[in-house]
């Protein structure tokens, strides 16, 4: 590892990052605010990971040993992967009529999910775990990886529909290549939630997990994946020949998805502002139940598994090293 790959766990206020030696991952996980949806500020962070993982590959000697095998993307919010597009932005651009910026917000969108779906044009694998609900852009982002992990109990679906707009940055071009057109117009019209399971026995989850045991299922997928490291990667390779995501695609829909935006109706909006409502009931409204939000399965790993460095906490801090007096004291529990 040189100072490059240090630079890849720089500090962030709305993802945290975890690095998993062992099994050579990177973990990043959606830790947004108020409302656990993509703000400007997830977004500008997420792609910031991804640049910063490119640009450890553009140092590191071709001929040594990579320390990143997968990307793997989570969520820290109980019960919630991510509930999509920021909504309250949306309605206020769509009101001032400010189509740069819904075109500029959407092209964020497009980017990440584009560098995720070519694992970051590097010798990667990328993985999506959703324990929770994943809507619109959060299906979106989960749809976007190599690989997509969801327990059984998780609901993924595309609700726009209700407020007279459609999923466009990147649903249509990334479930058709699954589920085929049909299948992915059928989805996107009914604003219908599917759980893990049903989504699981279509094809569209490639791999489920029991309830409470995602990340234990992604790490086995991982101890399976690098026995056969070298055919999987081919074939990643063969997928995306065979049939490859194409920006401009994307970059295209999304002025369509613009455009279909800007002609919304009062009506619309309020509905959309009535989500807007219903996902800030889903976060909690106060600092101590919001400080236990936080304190999710993947921060209890001080007491479960081994512990590797560097890491962020709970609270968004870069920790270098273990600075407990007695970093065994968790072989007591």
Same mark, same amino acid.
């Given at each position: 590892?040189?100072?490059?790959?240090?630079?890849?766990?720089?500090?962030?206020?709305?993802?945290?990052?975890?690095?998993?030696?062992?099994?050579? *991952?990177?973990?990043?996980?959606?830790?947004?605010?108020?409302?656990?949806?993509?703000?400007?500020? #997830?977004?500008?962070?997420?792609?910031?990971?991804?640049?910063?993982?490119?640009?450890?590959?553009?140092?590191?000697?071709?001929?040594?040993?990579? !320390?990143?095998?997968?990307?793997?993307?989570?969520?820290?919010?109980?019960?919630?992967?991510?509930?999509?597009?920021?909504? &309250?932005?949306?309605?206020?651009? =769509?009101?001032?009529?400010?189509?740069?910026?819904?075109?500029?917000?959407?092209?964020?969108?497009?980017?990440?999910?584009?560098?995720?779906?070519?694992?970051?044009?590097?010798? =990667?694998?990328?993985?999506?775990?959703?324990?929770? #609900?994943?809507?619109?852009?959060?299906?979106? &982002?989960?749809?976007?990886?190599?690989?997509?992990?969801?327990?059984?109990?998780?609901?993924?679906?595309? !609700?726009?529909?209700?407020?007279?707009?459609?999923?466009?940055?990147?649903?249509?071009?990334?479930? *058709?290549?699954?589920?085929?057109?049909?299948?992915?117009?059928?989805?996107?019209?009914?604003?219908?939630?599917?759980?893990?399971?049903?989504?699981?026995?279509?094809?569209?989850?490639?791999?489920?997990? @029991?309830?409470?045991?995602?990340?234990?299922? #992604?790490?086995?997928?991982?101890?399976?994946?690098?026995? +056969?490291?070298?055919?999987?990667?081919?074939?990643?390779?063969?997928?995306?020949?065979?049939?490859? =995501?194409?920006?401009? @695609?994307?970059?295209?829909?999304?002025?369509?998805?613009?455009?279909? *935006?800007?002609?919304?109706?009062?009506?619309?909006?309020?509905?959309?502002?009535?989500?807007?409502?219903?996902?800030?009931?889903?976060?909690? !409204?106060?600092?101590?139940?919001?400080? +236990?939000?936080?304190?999710?399965?993947?921060?209890?790993?001080?007491?479960?598994? @081994? #512990?590797?460095? !560097?890491?962020?906490?709970?609270?968004?801090?870069?920790?270098?090293?273990?600075?407990?007096?007695? &970093?065994?004291?968790?072989?007591?529990?």
């Amino acid at each position: 590892m040189n100072r490059d790959f240090f630079k890849i766990f720089r500090d962030y206020k709305e993802i945290s990052i975890r690095y998993d030696a062992h099994h050579r *991952a990177i973990w990043f996980y959606y830790n947004p605010t108020p409302r656990p949806c993509f703000s400007p500020t #997830v977004l500008k962070e997420a792609r910031q990971l991804q640049q910063s993982i490119i640009d450890y590959f553009d140092t590191k000697k071709t001929d040594s040993e990579s !320390p990143i095998r997968y990307f793997i993307q989570a969520s820290q919010v109980p019960g919630i992967f991510n509930l999509g597009g920021d909504l &309250s932005l949306f309605i206020k651009l =769509i009101k001032d009529r400010n189509r740069q910026q819904l075109l500029d917000y959407s092209k964020q969108c497009i980017e990440i999910c584009y560098l995720n779906a070519m694992n970051l044009h590097l010798p =990667i694998t990328t993985i999506s775990l959703v324990e929770g #609900v994943a809507l619109g852009g959060g299906f979106e &982002s989960a749809l976007s990886s190599n690989v997509l992990v969801a327990t059984e109990d998780a609901k993924m679906g595309f !609700p726009e529909i209700r407020f007279n707009l459609f999923p466009g940055m990147g649903a249509y071009s990334l479930l *058709a290549r699954i589920a085929g057109m049909t299948t992915t117009e059928k989805m996107i019209t009914s604003g219908a939630i599917y759980s893990g399971r049903v989504l699981y026995d279509m094809g569209i989850v490639n791999h489920l997990a @029991e309830t409470g045991k995602g990340q234990k299922s #992604v790490e086995k997928f991982i101890r399976q994946h690098q026995r +056969s490291g070298n055919g999987r990667q081919a074939l990643q390779q063969v997928r995306q020949r065979y049939h490859p =995501i194409d920006y401009q @695609e994307l970059a295209d829909i999304t002025e369509i998805w613009v455009d279909a *935006a800007l002609r919304l109706e009062d009506r619309d909006l309020r509905m959309m502002d009535r989500l807007v409502r219903a996902q800030l009931t889903k976060v909690a !409204p106060d600092k101590q139940k919001k400080r +236990s939000l936080l304190r999710t399965k993947q921060d209890r790993r001080f007491v479960m598994d @081994e #512990v590797t460095f !560097p890491l962020t906490g709970w609270s968004g801090e870069t920790i270098m090293f273990d600075r407990r007096n007695n &970093s065994d004291r968790r072989l007591l529990h």
